[in-house]
């Protein structure tokens, strides 16, 4: 990394990929501020602090980029050519495969095994996704492409069958469970209505594991 920096973003991705980093490998309870500084050439300790008040505060921030972004978010919600349904898949999609959560997912599963910081996350991810679900319900409700009652409720089943029932700290996992859970989780879905996981969606979800197991083995 350059020893000068003028680019703000660039230096707090910096800091959240190196934190990140040492949160996995050995657990944000033991990952000091200092070790961090260690990480990243040309930063000190007051200059994270700058951009951070707290490691509390890099956590957090860490755990919003394994979401959709709000910009990309709100790129879902205005955009009139997709029904209400089509959103939802979008944006599970998206939470799957952008690039810029990309970035940041693969620190996720290690350290949010550590019970407190697991249900952190899972909190957030119910305080960024339920709303929009519920919201994108009623719009299918109002197009045709959804017809349930109950939307707030049913945005809860749909983020448990497609965040929370994958979370290592909660569930077992291994990829033939994954894809198990997958198919599971589109049956369900369709029984009660709400089809997010169709068959071009699935597709795509095993085209995109597919080459995300592909890059990990040849960086290995």
């Known amino acids: 990394m350059s020893k000068q920096r003028y680019d703000g973003d660039q230096t707090r991705e910096d800091i959240l ?3 990140g980093k040492l949160f996995r490998e050995q657990g944000f309870q033991k990952t000091s501020i200092q070790s961090i500084v260690l990480e990243l050439d040309g930063l000190s300790k007051g200059a994270i602090y700058h951009h951070f008040p707290s490691k509390e505060a890099i956590l957090d921030e860490l755990m919003r980029h394994f979401m959709p972004s709000e910009a990309l978010i709100e790129s879902i919600r205005s955009d009139k050519e997709l029904s209400g349904l089509e959103k939802i898949q979008t ?9 810029d959560v990309q970035k940041f997912l693969p620190f996720s599963p290690n350290f949010t095994k550590e019970p407190l910081l697991s249900l952190k996350y899972v ?3 119910q305080d960024i996704f339920i709303p929009e679900i519920a919201a994108f ?5 109002e197009d ?11 945005a809860e089943v749909i983020l448990f069958l497609l965040t929370t029932w994958y979370n290592a700290t909660l569930f077992s996992n291994s990829l033939d469970n ?3 859970k997958l198919e599971t989780s589109q049956y369900v879905l369709k029984q009660i209505g709400v089809d997010v996981i169709d068959s071009r969606v699935l597709s795509k979800i ?4 597919e080459a995300m197991t592909h890059e990990e083995i ?3």
């Open 123 to 125: 909190k957030l991810t």
């Open 137 to 141: 319900i009623k719009e299918g409700n």
């Open 91 to 99: 944006l599970f999609l998206n939470a799957m495969f952008h690039v």
């Open 17 to 19: 990929i190196a934190a």
């Open 178 to 180: 994954f894809y198990q």
């Open 144 to 154: 045709g492409s959804l017809d349930v009652p109950n939307p707030e409720l049913i």
């Open 218 to 220: 040849l960086e290995n």
């Open 206 to 209: 095993k085209e995109g594991i």
